[in-house]
C-alpha cells in the first residue's frame, strides 16, 4: 500500500500520457485523411477545367462554338447547343464519343435535299465512325488497312480531314484517291 500511496502518481502520469498520445495520434490520422481528399477531390478538377474549343454545325438549334471540358461527351455538347432539331438523322453521329479540342461536331439532316434528291454526305462513310466491315468496303482497303484505320484513329483520336488517311500504315496517296470521294469525316 505504501508503494502505492507513494509512486501511484506516477502510473497516474503515465497512463494520462499514454492517453494524450492516443488521442493525439488519432487526431493526425484524422487530419491527414480529411486534408488528402480535397487535394485528390482538386486533381479531378484540374483535369476537366481544361479548355476546348468545339464547333457544332447542322441540325442543332444553336449552332456555334462552345467551350467543354475533355471529360465531356459528344451528347453533352449537342445539348448546350440546345438539342437536335426535327429534322436531325441522329445516326450521323457518335453521341457516347469523347469530345477534343477543336472538334467539329455535324449533325445530318435525315430530310433528302430539294425533296427528292437525298444529300450526298450521307451517302459517303464516316472514317469516325465506321466499323471493320464499312470500312473494307472501300476499294483497295483489305482487312489489315481497315484494322489499321480503327486502330490509328483509336490512338490519335477522330479524324480530322479525309487526308489525314495518309498517316495510317500502309495507306498511301495512291490508296486514298481510290476511295477518297466515298468517304467524309465527321
Known amino acids: 500500500m505504501k508503494f502505492i500511496r507513494r509512486y501511484g502518481w506516477i502510473f497516474l502520469l503515465i497512463i494520462v ?8 495520434a488519432q487526431d493526425q490520422e484524422a487530419a491527414v485523411q480529411i486534408t488528402s481528399y480535397p487535394q485528390q477531390e482538386e486533381s479531378v478538377k484540374e483535369e476537366t477545367k481544361i479548355d476546348m474549343k468545339v464547333d457544332v454545325k447542322g441540325e442543332v438549334v444553336k449552332p456555334g462554338v462552345y467551350t467543354v471540358n475533355k471529360a465531356m ?8 447547343a440546345g438539342g437536335m432539331t426535327p429534322n436531325a438523322d441522329m445516326t450521323s453521329v457518335n453521341l457516347a464519343q469523347k469530345v477534343q479540342d477543336e472538334m467539329v461536331i455535324i ?9 427528292t434528291e437525298v444529300h450526298q454526305a450521307d451517302k459517303k462513310l464516316s472514317l469516325n ?15 489489315s488497312k481497315a484494322n489499321a484505320i480503327i486502330q490509328y484513329r483509336e490512338e490519335h483520336g477522330p479524324f480530322i480531314q479525309v487526308d489525314d488517311l495518309l498517316k495510317v500504315t500502309g495507306i498511301g496517296a495512291k490508296t486514298l484517291e481510290r476511295f477518297k470521294e466515298k468517304v467524309r469525316v465527321p
Do not use: F
Open 17 to 24: 500520457g499514454i492517453g494524450l498520445y492516443v488521442v493525439k
Open 107 to 115: 449533325i445530318l439532316s435525315k430530310l433528302p435535299e430539294n425533296g
Open 73 to 80: 461527351r459528344v451528347h453533352d455538347v449537342v445539348e448546350m
Open 129 to 143: 465512325q465506321a466499323t471493320l466491315e464499312e470500312l473494307q468496303s472501300l476499294d483497295g482497303i483489305g482487312l
